[in-house]
C-alpha cells in the first residue's frame, strides 16, 4: 500500500535552516506529482510547493516563495523540502502528499518548531 514517512523536523532559530525528507512507498514514485503541506495550531492545512514527475516544474505558496525549495530524487523515491531563513509562522506539522489512483494519501507529517 502507499506508504509515505517524513523525517526531518525539529526545532530550529529564526532564520535557520531545515530541509525535510519524505520517503515513499507502494506505488511507482517517478509517475507521480508529490507535494508538500503544512498545518499550524488553529489553521487550515495549506500547500506549501509541489513538484511534477520529473522535477521540472515547481509551484509554491506566496509566503515561501524564494525561502523554500522542492525537489525530489526519483531514484530514492524521496521529495525534499528545503527550508531556509525560517520564522515563526513557519511553525507547522509539515506532511507530504500524493494522489494515487483518485485517492489522496497522507504521511504522518513531521513538526517544525521556529523559536528562539
Known amino acids: 500500500q502507499v506508504r509515505l514517512v517524513e523525517s526531518g523536523g525539529g526545532l530550529v532559530q529564526p532564520g535557520g535552516s531545515l530541509r525535510l525528507s519524505c520517503a515513499a512507498s507502494g506505488f511507482t514514485f517517478r509517475n507521480y506529482a508529490m507535494n508538500w503541506y503544512r498545518q499550524a495550531p488553529g489553521k487550515e492545512r495549506e500547500l506549501v510547493a509541489g513538484?511534477?514527475?520529473?522535477?521540472?516544474?515547481?509551484n509554491y505558496a506566496d509566503s515561501v516563495k524564494g525561502r523554500f525549495t522542492i525537489s525530489r530524487d526519483n531514484a530514492k523515491n524521496t521529495v525534499y523540502l528545503q527550508m531556509n531563513s525560517l520564522k515563526a509562522e513557519d511553525t507547522a506539522v509539515y506532511y507530504c502528499?500524493?494522489?494515487?489512483?483518485?485517492?489522496?494519501?497522507w504521511g504522518q507529517g513531521t513538526q517544525v518548531t521556529v523559536s528562539s
Open positions: 502528499k500524493v494522489r494515487v489512483a483518485l485517492s489522496e494519501k
Open positions: 513538484i511534477s514527475t520529473t522535477g521540472g516544474t515547481t
